[in-house]
């Protein structure tokens, strides 16, 4: 699969873990750094990763920082995106199965290397169900692109 990978400053050390392990298990992954401990802003990465999921670039995202949230909730900004923290593999698995999510979000202060080769691999190893669940991924989809609020 295509990944785009991007970390901030503390997901650095996790990220080049998960870039290792996904490279090894045969996936295209395309770096977006961050590309060492400096500080910098989550945000930017992010959006970097959530961009290319978007536009076809990326079959998935992976995005890192201390606690995954940061990133999630910047990703999930861009039209399209799905975007899941998880710090368990069935958590991964159900983002998955049921809400199609196509980022998945790790937390790099809170999640060993280990948990988080076991998250990727029930978040990639996992088809949406789709079903009823599809009706309520579209609904998600159209917050905020179709609304009537304030007519
Ligand atoms: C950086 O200190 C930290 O805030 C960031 O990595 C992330 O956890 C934010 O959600």
Redesign the pocket.
Known sequence: MRIHLGS?H??FALKERVKAYMQAEGHAVTDVGTFDEGSVD?PVYAHAVARAVADGEADFGVLV???G???AIAANKVRGVRAAQATSPEFARMARLHNDANVVALAG?YTDAATAESILDAFLGTAFEGGRHQRRVDMMDAIGHDETEGE
């Open positions: 901030d503390a997901g989550y920082c201390g606690t949230l940061g990133m202060r």
